[in-house]
């Protein structure tokens, strides 16, 4: 597996995966409809953002996150990220490897910490992951999150310095 920045003919790799995970309405807070064209505007976001991509000797994507400033001005000495990993590529360590490279690529960029605004609760595995990674949860926003089996549960807010 390779990581690297995302070119422009990596969308239609990246979108077979996002479109089926934003549609599930499991783990991200966009809408489950969201189509591709808003979808490419809200992923392959414009610099000082940075997106990459984990992909295979094949070159198929596996996974994709994306790299921001959490806020302008004062506060964009934090970053933000986003992941995404193909279900068909999980249990590959694909999560773990993008999420290693984004906090590295955060380090020499400059930025001092990375927050994470909204991470659904009951995504075991995210919050494992991102723990393991070094993160703690630093605010709870009680039934945040309309889960499509579960219901209102909790959104985390996680964060670590770099």
Known sequence: MEIRDAAPDDWPGIWAFLREIVAAGETYTWPRDVDEE???RLWLVPPPGRVVVAVDTDGTVLGSGKLVPNE????DHVANASFMVDPAAGRRGVGRALGAYVL???RAQGY???QFNAVVATNTRAVALWRSLGFDVVGRVPDGFRHPTEGYVDLLVMHRFL
Do not use: T
């Open 104 to 106: 590295d690529l955060a």
């Open 112 to 114: 001092r910490a990375m």
């Open 38 to 40: 808003q979808a490419r």
């Open 72 to 75: 302008a001005g004062p506060g």
